[in-house]
């Protein structure tokens, strides 16, 4: 039996390419769970998988798709049958394992997330990684102490993947967004996924003069890093916290260590790749009643598996807005 999948492949010289091929069910990779694939999504690692010289790829010939949703086909684990409705994000799938760029994807049992009530397969990846590292950035800033009515909070990249969840979470659950954008013509949009002031990129951008400035956010969700996750350290309340989800920005950090000190400013790292299955479930079941749908649907553009060697180009160009669904049926 075949099916439709993205494979990149490198030939003799390094030089990788990308197409739409025939893969025999029997070329899947070990696992306990085989899914019917049928959505997955576009994502910064994604557009590094596909692009020159591979990126993250562990090894040739690779399906990419960083996660995906779909229905469970085969299972050696009693914990999914045949017909269940699943959801994977992380475990270095579309990396060093075959991930959802295809109709098919065997995996192990344990990545794998249970659909909560509230999600259909579609819906799960319109949130996608980007979308579950928000909530698990919500998650963490809520369990340090954030509270609506404190103060705006900051969200960094608000336009991307990320951002564009955290957004629209945060002002559904009652706080005060201020979105970072680089992108002027996005303001409208943002505003319409909640935030209720826009904060020019620039206005952050510069390098940082005094390790402490006025206290602005009660919180912030950072998708950036780099010199502006420096910046955004020497604006935050006492006590208050950044969740840091992206290296956008750079890995580097030019900062001191007085806003953690004077201030009590906590840096939480949001690492979406190994969490715990209870802390996946929890975000999961939190998104399905907590992220307004109709938000969700203005922040979605649909795509096939033939469109995807333009998109993984563009989105290491920033050029993506919100959150691109792949029919990989389509």
Not at 163 to 192: C, D, F, M
Not at 295 to 305: D, G, I, N, R, S
Request: hydrophobic letters at 40%; charged letters at 20%; one cysteine or more.
């Amino acid at each position: 039996m075949s099916f439709n999948a993205l494979v990149v492949e490198k030939d003799d010289e390094g030089k990788t390419s990308v197409s739409v091929q025939q893969i025999d069910t029997d070329r899947l990779p070990d696992g306990d769970v085989t899914v019917a694939v049928e959505y997955s999504t576009v994502n910064y690692k994604d557009g590094l998988c596909i692009g020159p010289g591979g990126g993250l790829v562990r090894n040739y010939p690779h399906v990419p798709g960083i996660d995906f949703a779909g229905t469970v086909e085969a299972s050696d684990d009693p914990r999914y049958k045949p017909g269940d409705k699943v959801v994977l994000t992380g475990w270095r799938v579309g990396e060093a394992h075959w991930g959802g760029y295809a109709q098919k994807a065997r995996v192990r049992a344990d990545w794998l997330v249970p659909l909560p009530e509230g999600l259909d397969t579609r819906r799960a990846m319109a949130v996608g990684t980007a979308g579950f590292t928000a909530m698990l950035a919500v998650n963490a800033l809520e369990d340090h102490g954030l509270v609506p009515g404190n103060g705006p909070v900051l969200v960094t990249g608000a336009a991307g993947g990320v951002g564009s969840v955290a957004t629209a979470i945060l002002a559904n659950l009652g706080y005060e967004v201020a979105g970072v954008t680089g992108r002027p013509e996005q303001e409208s949009y943002l505003k319409e996924l909640g935030a209720s002031r826009i904060v020019a990129r620039e206005e952050l951008a510069e390098t940082v003069k005094r390790p402490l400035e006025g206290e602005t956010w009660s919180g912030c969700v950072d998708a950036v890093g780099g010199a502006m996750l420096a910046r955004v350290l020497g604006q935050m309340k006492y006590g208050s916290s950044v969740a840091a989800v992206g290296l956008a920005g750079g890995a580097n950090l030019p900062a001191t260590v007085i806003p953690f000190l004077l201030r009590g400013v906590n840096l939480l790292g949001i690492d979406s790749v190994m969490q715990p299955y209870e802390n996946r479930l929890r975000a999961w079941k939190r998104i399905a009643s907590d992220l307004p749908m109709d938000k969700l649907e203005a922040m979605v553009q649909p795509a096939t598996l033939s469109d995807l060697p333009r998109l993984g180009a563009d989105i290491l160009k920033g050029q993506v807005r919100g959150r691109v669904v792949v029919d990989v049926n389509a």
